[in-house]
């Protein structure tokens, strides 16, 4: 039987577990809201809840399970696993790895859940046999992964990859992280929401006018239903994105891009204006050949990332039982 590791996705708004196998099959699959609140020990036992219904739906013991692991919002201290998500104030240089290896008796491995993500899409999804792989997660925020000659990109201090954060708009919007006009601040799902809002501060006519709560979910939804302000945006935010993969691509010669997250779903409503905007700016021989495809894990991609951290860790940082000696 493969080698089983038990895979954690914990997010702003959902904690995800499951068990994955070393041929990425998944067992006992569990998604649940991240609760609200300020107490950390609330939320690890939420999170220890969660990890006991999949290893029960799965009938995994812990014992039987070669590591932990966690794909968590960042920022954090990588390697060592002390975490302190944005969108989770509960946890500050919250000592998870930590508290998980404690827990659990096994080897833990927690890393970005972007990174996470675009490693789970090169192993099992979108980015099989990718050179040179760019994996973004377009949502609340904008994140990405690199992974390059089968290695994910780790940087100084563990956070190589934040695609977010290229400025394709000098001048523009603020971005949460001090910035202005970050790729975050265009095509987060809260800033297609607060461009929204000011063009109907504007006057714009639009179906949007009086939706409540207005989100980048319900920009997608009205962009699906043809209102011209809701597509002017996605198309806006997929040029912006497509600003960033091309001087992303001349900068690392990627070879594949694999975009998920929320705003991924409004497809050809994105991706269209998104890959025009990288023909055009991508001159290079090298980078005219970059593809920019959708995220094929779903749901799962979050848990599948997090068995990769395990599966296609590429160092010591986790030492697996067969490989003790
Ligand atoms: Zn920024």
New binding site residues.
Partial sequence: MPERALAVDIGGTKLAAAVVDADGRVAGFVERPTPVTTDPQVLFAHLQATIAATLQAAGVAPATLCAIGVGCGGPMRYPEGRVSPLNIPAWRDFPLRARLEASYGLPVRVDNDAKAFALGEYWQGAGRGARALLGMVVSTGVGGGLVLDGQLVHGAQGNAGHI??VIVRPGGPR?????RG?L??IAAGPSLARAAVRALGRGTASALRGVAPLTGEAVAAAARAGDPLALTLLAEAGRAIGQALASAAALLDLDRVVIGGGVSQAGTLLFTPLQAEVAHRARLAFTRDLTVVPAQLGRRAGVVGAAALIFQAADATVVRPGRRS
Wanted: with cysteine.
């Fill in positions: 977010g954060h971005c949460a992280c001090g910035a970050c975050e601040a």
